[in-house]
């Protein structure tokens, strides 16, 4: 994929649905020092109209394929760090997103997922990481054994393999993304270490006044009732079931960071 990135431009995407009340409650938190901001929404126009780039679907898509949408348009753009966010989440500090930029000229790691809801890992400021990393000037990384994927942030970098989602799947996006990032060992943790900022419930949050959807048990699509049909997609595509991906423990982990580390970072450290 071959496209030209400014240094240092920040681009957000957001994906919504037929929810213009939460959606504007992400919009209000927005920092000013976006750079670029395109919201692709999958359900019906909304009444209002936002200072940004909007792309209307005409009929509903797979998240995955809503998340290209942004991820495309942020790379034509130009865009180093792009930041992709669900309609219901909020952010609760105007320094969120520089923060996680710092995380990864730190750190070499180029994706971080907010852990949110994720089985396991506890909840909001009492979470339960398997590990934590310590790079200096206030950035901590949590590695924990699930994700979420209402927000996630890429260094533009990574999409020079490809790793775009996989417009199939409307479930375990993230999970089949880390998937493939984790077997490069480049700039991933191994599968089942996913990383987070330890602090990320001060700076990221879910909407406290979103009720889930497709979470919703009535729904005939809730992802209870799917997620079986992407499990099997996943077994399709790389002939091994997700628990069946192998768990290569702390101290090979530990040893992967710091070497993603020592070759990415743009810092002079050594852990």
Same mark, same amino acid.
């Given at each position: ?108 790691? =180029? $994706?971080?997922? +907010?852990?949110?809801?994720?089985? &396991?890992?506890?909840? *909001? ?103 079986? =049909? $992407?499990?099997? +997609?996943?077994?399709?595509?790389? &002939?091994?079931?997700? *628990? ?28």
């Amino acid at each position: 994929m071959n496209f030209q990135t400014i240094k240092n431009k920040i681009g957000v995407g957001i994906t919504t649905y037929n929810s213009e009340s939460y959606f504007k409650d992400l919009y209000s938190t927005l920092p000013s020092y976006i750079d670029e901001l395109v919201v692709v929404n999958g359900g019906q126009p909304y009444k209002e109209r936002y200072d940004c780039e909007w792309i209307q679907h005409k009929k509903n898509q797979l998240v995955s394929v809503c998340r290209n949408d942004c991820i495309l348009f942020l790379l034509n753009r130009g865009c180093e760090h792009i930041f992709i966010i669900e309609d219901d989440m909020v952010l609760m500090s105007k320094d969120t997103l520089k923060k996680y930029i710092k995380a990864k000229e730190l750190s070499g790691l =180029k $994706y971080f997922c +907010y852990v949110s809801t994720s089985p &396991g890992t506890g909840t *909001p400021h009492n979470r339960l990481p398997k590990l934590v990393m310590d790079y200096g000037e206030d950035i901590q990384i949590a590695l924990y054994g699930n994700l979420c994927n209402e927000f996630t942030y890429h260094h533009c970098s990574v999409f020079e393999h490809d790793m775009l989602y996989d417009n199939n799947l409307r479930e375990l996006l993230d999970g089949e993304l880390t998937y493939r990032e984790a077997l490069l060992e480049k700039w991933a943790p191994p599968f089942w270490w996913f990383p987070d900022l330890a602090d990320s419930d001060n700076l990221v949050n879910n909407n406290p006044n979103a009720k889930s959807r497709l979470q919703n048990l009535e729904r005939p699509d809730c992802r209870n009732n799917v997620i079986q =049909k $992407y499990y099997e +997609y996943f077994y399709k595509k790389y &002939g091994l079931h997700i *628990p069946q991906i192998p768990d290569k423990g702390k101290e090979y982990t530990i040893q992967l960071l710091k070497k993603i580390k020592n070759e990415n970072s743009s810092s002079n450290s050594h852990l």
